[in-house]
């Protein structure tokens, strides 16, 4: 909650202000464990997620005024209701919950490796039970993308519709989400990813890609605003973008770099404090023989699920909706938002676009 207050706070510098608490966090991660393991784990990937954190703000430094923009119109939009942060905040427990019990489970399971499986086997066994981990987790994140997208779609065309608190819009979402859309969303979950990886390899050869156009993230907020299935949301959002020649829009990732940056050096931080409780209290997470490598991913891996949660399923999603809704309604938007209207016309003006009376809504 504090962290959400805290974003709506500072809206229009949070680009600026994530990137520079991103470096002084990583650098405190990598002294900390330097003193508790200096030639561990732990300071080895806090100096490396400084150094990243470090090019990639120098990178995209010029860059962030527009992106900015964008945040702030999506952080107001996240105002409409305060249901939208405590159905993040919601998702976030039953992710710390599905944590819990898959941990216990893991490790009761490679406990049990020794004395009964073999090495292929249990080779096997690691592999699904990570694949059922990252899995599980992405459908939790993209339900809650859906759901944001449903609610700030219709802050965009009617915000009448919009209770501040337990509001019908949000309610709708949420049974949807986990009813007739979940499949869509499961789907999504498990292709989205990796059809962005392969993608971003066959872009390095210039070679073009199929997949992009039917498995995109574009295709949540078109699922939560519209209900399609996740084939048709994704052909339908790539086809607005390229209706308006946003392609370079569709391929600007610094807003979700930067979340995504945050998650990392938020569970890189959770897991140093991790560490900390081991060295200190002499608490022992797991009955595996390298304590402080185990504390360390323990709570490295809850922070950055728990923080993504929040951060590219909250924020995100309400970003790539605002994007959505300006390429499709700019007219309904300056007709119900008109402050927040003109501050994105400005700076779209300036990069990429100006709305004109004669376009169709897609």
């Given amino acids: ?80 209701t305060a249901d939208i942060t405590l159905t993040g905040l919601g998702m976030m427990g039953i992710a710390f919950c599905w944590c819990i019990i898959w941990s216990m489970a893991f ?97 390095l050869f210039c070679i073009s890609s199929q997949l992009l156009p039917k498995s995109n993230r574009w295709a949540f907020t078109y699922i939560g605003m519209y209900g399609y299935d996740f084939f048709e949301s994704s052909e339908r959002a790539l086809r607005l973008f390229e209706t308006r020649e946003w392609t370079t829009v569709v391929h600007d990732n610094l807003i979700h770099t930067v979340l995504l940056m945050g998650s990392i050096v938020i569970g890189g931080s959770t897991g140093t404090f991790g560490v900390l409780i081991e060295e200190v209290d002499g608490f022992q997470f797991t009955s595996f023989h390298k304590p402080i490598t185990t504390a360390f991913l323990i709570g490295c891996t809850y922070g950055f699920v728990l923080s993504n949660v929040l951060l590219l399923g909250v924020v995100g999603s309400a970003v790539n909706t605002i994007l959505v809704c300006f390429a499709a ?19 779209w003006s300036q990069q990429v676009w100006e709305p004109s009376e004669s376009m169709a809504v897609v």
């Fill in 1 to 80: 909650t504090l962290t959400v207050g805290f974003m709506l706070i500072i809206a229009k510098s949070l680009i600026h202000t994530a990137l520079i608490f991103s470096v002084l966090i990583s650098l405190a991660w990598g002294v900390i464990g330097s003193a508790m393991e200096p030639n561990g784990l732990v300071p080895i990937l806090g100096f490396l997620s400084l150094g990243i954190t470090l090019a990639y703000t120098v990178w995209v430094w010029d860059r962030i005024p527009f992106a900015a923009t964008n945040l702030h119109t999506a952080l107001m939009a996240m105002r409409c």
């Fill in 107 to 203: 490790i009761g399971v490679v406990d049990a490796f020794d004395y009964t499986t073999g090495t292929s086997s249990s080779l096997i066994y690691i592999i699904l039970f990570i694949l059922s981990f990252c899995w599980t987790n992405l459908v939790i994140k993209n339900i809650v993308q859906v759901i944001v997208a449903a609610a700030v779609g219709d802050w965009w065309f009617d915000p009448d519709i919009v209770d501040p608190c337990c509001s019908s819009t949000v309610t709708r979402a949420l049974l949807r989400s986990v009813t007739t859309s979940l499949g869509s969303i499961s789907l999504g979950s498990l292709l989205v990813i990796p059809a962005q990886a392969i993608g971003g390899v066959f872009s």
């Fill in 329 to 347: 309604g700019p007219f309904e938007f300056q007709k119900n938002h008109p402050r927040l209207s003109q501050e994105m016309r400005e700076v």
